[in-house]
């Protein structure tokens, strides 16, 4: 595999507990960031696209 870059979740926090990395690319690839050792889950990138949908549609508006 080549060199894939990370980065933190947006609705990941500050507090450093519970954040996740996302690797988008030909297939999109996200980490917990305390347990990289474990691996990762891959997504197609029109799966996670629409999951991130749903996510933001489910969230309250201020």
Do not use: I
Not at 11 to 25: C, D, F, L, W
Request: proline residues 6%; without cysteine; negative net charge.
């Amino acid at each position: 595999m080549s060199h894939r870059t990370w980065h933190k979740g947006s609705y990941s926090g500050s507090g450093g507990a519970e954040r996740v990395e996302v690797s988008e690319g030909e297939t999109v690839l996200v980490r917990d960031t305390q347990n990289r050792e474990l691996g990762h889950l891959s997504f197609p990138p029109a799966a996670w696209q629409a999951f991130l949908g749903e996510v933001k549609a489910e969230q309250p508006r201020p």
